[in-house]
């Protein structure tokens, strides 16, 4: 079966300052994919990245950055000089094949001025 | 620019009544939509895959009477809620596999429709 935990329900940072959101995911399938996605007020999901259960390189996109760790099963995602636009939920999924996609629960980030 | 196109964005309707979602896709085929609900605050569960010229396939514990899933064409999947009651409302968001060009996310969303059963 698969699962992924998003531990922090919610989290509030003031402008900034740095903040890692937590994804840990249960699965049996060795190869898998995992993704982080933002869902600001207004509802859409945008996409933030992808990540092949083969390929544990960390990866930086400007003030964004993951690290993957099949050891502990993490996808960590860390937002360096949080901004207040950067306030969302955040949400880590799963997915094996392509086929379904499993999301976490979410945390809800606010950033403060 | 968009590559799924979900309309209405919100939708208010009395109990009893139904409600049609529709999903699109922009520029490209779709034989696969998936459906998904999101109540507040919570995560996005997925109630249903659309396949094109064939039966939904429903998630457990998700009526197909109560949740009708129509994939006309490969542009094209309808979500209707009949007889909707104050418990069905929610958000709902469609959602389609595309592997283009416009990134490297297979899972394309539309922007979701806000449904508020009186």
């Known amino acids: 079966a698969q699962k992924v935990t998003q531990a922090q329900t919610e989290i509030s940072v003031v402008e900034k300052e740095d903040v890692t959101l937590d994804c840990v995911y249960e699965?049996?399938?060795?190869?898998?994919?995992l993704f982080w996605y933002k869902q600001p007020p207004s509802g859409e999901l945008v996409f933030l990245i992808r990540?092949?259960?083969?390929?544990?390189q960390n990866e930086i996109s400007g003030r964004y950055s993951w690290n993957f760790q099949k050891s502990t099963s993490s996808f960590n995602f860390t937002i360096t000089a949080s901004q207040v636009v950067d306030s969302a939920v955040y949400f880590c999924?799963?997915?094996?094949?392509?086929?379904?996609?499993?999301f976490g629960s979410g945390t809800k980030l606010n950033v403060k001025p | 620019g968009a590559v799924v196109s979900q309309h209405p964005s919100w939708v208010i309707c009395k109990s009893g009544t139904s409600v049609k979602i529709e999903c699109r896709s922009l520029?490209?085929?779709?034989?696969?939509m998936f459906w998904y609900r999101q109540f507040p605050k919570q995560s996005l569960m997925l109630m249903a895959t659309?396949?094109?010229?064939?039966?939904?396939?429903?998630e457990q514990g998700v009526e197909k009477d109560k949740f009708l899933i129509n994939h006309a064409s490969l542009t094209l999947s309808t979500l209707t809620v009949t007889s909707a009651h104050p418990e069905d409302s929610s958000f709902y968001i469609c959602?389609?596999?595309?592997?283009?060009?416009?990134?490297?996310?297979?899972?394309?969303f539309g922007n979701g429709t806000r449904l508020t059963v009186t």
């Open positions: 520029d490209f085929q779709a034989t696969t």
């Open positions: 999924a799963l997915s094996v094949g392509f086929n379904k996609f499993y």
């Open positions: 990540r092949n259960s083969f390929d544990e």
């Open positions: 699965t049996r399938d060795t190869t898998y994919y």
């Open positions: 659309s396949n094109e010229g064939s039966k939904a396939t429903y």
């Open positions: 959602s389609v596999p595309y592997f283009g060009i416009r990134g490297n996310s297979p899972l394309h």
